[in-house]
């Protein structure tokens, strides 16, 4: 289905629509008629003593490393569980907020489909619901993130064949088969993203007692990392500080030895799609290798991910389009075809299932 048409931005003028991928590292918001309106870091810096929230998404990321010691910048969704849930409430309520500055409705009441992870407790669900309720939300509704990956990847989730997707993010990675609308197996792991930066960090460390940066990593790992031998190795400098001398330092590294030390994060990525590959129904599994392994989420990018899932599973793994506003676009698509696709939706509570 087309994501934008004349007729549903002429409805977006009138009732908001719109779908919130809360994730470990970016949030993404997606308006109905209008597409990705929002796509920020999911960091709030906060002052310690008073909890005040002093600045949320790019503006608070943009203080990371610069703050005065009386003032934090936390990333509240870091491991996939909300952990801190004022905080998470602020994030919510500031980008629905935001949300609404993209429409003409004096006073919108918008509907919400938010992804949250599939690991958090009713008691969190509950907590995010009626966040969003708080700031403003007309009506509700929760997805898990691998639902929405999945329904925004283009998965036949809802018919009685089985799919799957690994939704690779900052903090977790997500495996989920799906089969009528639901899901059959699942696994996540808190290794993704994240934990490869810490890899490169630890390595250059270990091998040139060279101290890197977290954001210094992400760059290497984005420009040269990989999962599979690439049809052309890569260098790169790398540039920080040498734990002997104090002195500033740069190493050139290779994309090989990139490789090696993503290898560890890599194969506990590979060892959770074949664990949940093996927990998976017999008729599934033959639907699955027909269809394919979809690949979501930023770590669907690091270089031959996807060419590693099909060697190691020999099942053709496939990267979803624009895998990183897969959630977004996903819980947006479920408030524009709610009928058909209820079902998805988690109900904690019955005023979310109206
Ligand atoms: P989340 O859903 O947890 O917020 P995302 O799906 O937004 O996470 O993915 C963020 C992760 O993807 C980060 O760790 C980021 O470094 C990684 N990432 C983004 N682009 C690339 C790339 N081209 N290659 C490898 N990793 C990438
Ligand atoms: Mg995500």
Same mark, same amino acid.
């Given at each position: 289905?087309?994501?934008?048409?004349?007729?549903?931005?002429?409805?977006?003028?009138? =009732?908001?629509?719109?779908? $919130?991928?809360? @994730? /470990?590292?970016?949030?993404? *918001? !997606?308006?109905? &008629?209008?597409?990705? #309106?929002?796509?920020?870091?999911?960091?709030?810096?906060?002052?310690?003593?008073?909890?005040?929230?002093?600045?949320?998404?790019?503006?608070?990321?943009?203080?990371?490393?610069?703050?005065?010691?009386?003032?934090?910048?936390?990333?509240?969704?870091?491991?996939?569980?909300?952990?801190?849930?004022?905080?998470?409430?602020?994030?919510?309520?500031?980008?629905?907020?935001?949300?609404?500055?993209?429409?003409?409705?004096?006073?919108?009441?918008?509907?919400?489909?938010?992804?949250?992870?599939?690991?958090?407790?009713?008691?969190?669900?509950?907590?995010?619901?009626?966040?969003?309720?708080?700031?403003?939300?007309?009506?509700?509704?929760?997805?898990?993130?691998?639902?929405?990956?999945?329904?925004?990847?283009?998965?036949?989730?809802?018919?009685?064949?089985? =799919?799957?997707?690994?939704? $690779?993010?900052? @903090? /977790?990675?997500?495996?989920? *088969? !799906?089969?009528? &609308?639901?899901?059959? #197996?699942?696994?996540?792991?808190?290794?993704?993203?994240?934990?490869?930066?810490?890899?490169?960090?630890?390595?250059?460390?270990?091998?040139?007692?060279?101290?890197?940066?977290?954001?210094?990593?992400?760059?290497?790992?984005?420009?040269?990392?990989?999962?599979?031998?690439?049809?052309?190795?890569?260098?790169?400098?790398?540039?920080?500080?040498?734990?002997?001398?104090?002195?500033?330092?740069?190493?050139?590294?290779?994309?090989?030895?990139?490789?090696?030390?993503?290898?560890?994060?890599?194969?506990?990525?590979?060892?959770?799609?074949?664990?949940?590959?093996?927990?998976?129904?017999?008729?599934?599994?033959?639907?699955?290798?027909?269809?394919?392994?979809?690949?979501?989420?930023?770590?669907?990018?690091?270089?031959?991910?996807?060419?590693?899932?099909?060697?190691?599973?020999?099942?053709?793994?496939?990267?979803?389009?624009?895998?990183?506003?897969?959630?977004?676009?996903?819980?947006?698509?479920?408030?524009?075809?709610?009928?058909?696709?209820?079902?998805?939706?988690?109900?904690?509570?019955?005023?979310?299932?109206?």
């Amino acid at each position: 289905m087309p994501l934008w048409n004349p007729i549903d931005a002429l409805l977006g003028l009138f =009732s908001l629509d719109i779908g $919130i991928d809360l @994730g /470990t590292a970016n949030t993404l *918001v !997606f308006v109905r &008629g209008k597409g990705i #309106v929002i796509n920020e870091p999911s960091w709030v810096a906060i002052e310690k003593e008073s909890r005040r929230v002093l600045a949320i998404g790019a503006e608070a990321k943009e203080m990371v490393g610069r703050t005065p010691a009386n003032i934090v910048a936390i990333r509240p969704l870091r491991d996939g569980v909300i952990s801190e849930f004022e905080v998470t409430q602020a994030m919510l309520d500031y980008f629905i907020k935001k949300a609404h500055e993209h429409s003409f409705i004096p006073f919108p009441r918008p509907r919400v489909v938010i992804g949250i992870p599939s690991g958090v407790t009713e008691v969190e669900q509950r907590a995010v619901y009626d966040a969003a309720i708080a700031a403003g939300a007309r009506e509700a509704y929760l997805i898990e993130e691998p639902m929405a990956a999945a329904i925004g990847a283009g998965l036949p989730v809802t018919e009685p064949r089985g =799919s799957i997707i690994v939704d $690779i993010g900052g @903090g /977790t990675t997500e495996v989920a *088969v !799906f089969s009528m &609308g639901g899901i059959v #197996v699942s696994g996540s792991l808190r290794v993704a993203g994240d934990e490869m930066d810490e890899d490169i960090i630890q390595y250059a460390r270990q091998k040139y007692n060279l101290m890197i940066g977290e954001q210094t990593a992400e760059r290497v790992k984005i420009a040269i990392g990989s999962a599979y031998p690439l049809p052309e190795e890569k260098t790169m400098l790398l540039r920080g500080r040498n734990l002997v001398t104090g002195l500033p330092d740069a190493v050139e590294v290779s994309s090989i030895e990139i490789r090696e030390a993503l290898s560890s994060s890599v194969n506990l990525i590979i060892d959770l799609i074949r664990d949940t590959l093996e927990r998976t129904p017999p008729e599934l599994i033959s639907d699955i290798m027909e269809s394919g392994i979809c690949l979501a989420g930023g770590g669907a990018l690091l270089k031959g991910m996807a060419e590693r899932v099909t060697a190691e599973t020999h099942i053709r793994a496939w990267v979803a389009q624009d895998p990183m506003t897969c959630v977004a676009r996903g819980a947006g698509m479920v408030l524009e075809n709610l009928h058909v696709l209820r079902q998805v939706i988690l109900s904690t509570d019955q005023r979310e299932i109206r």
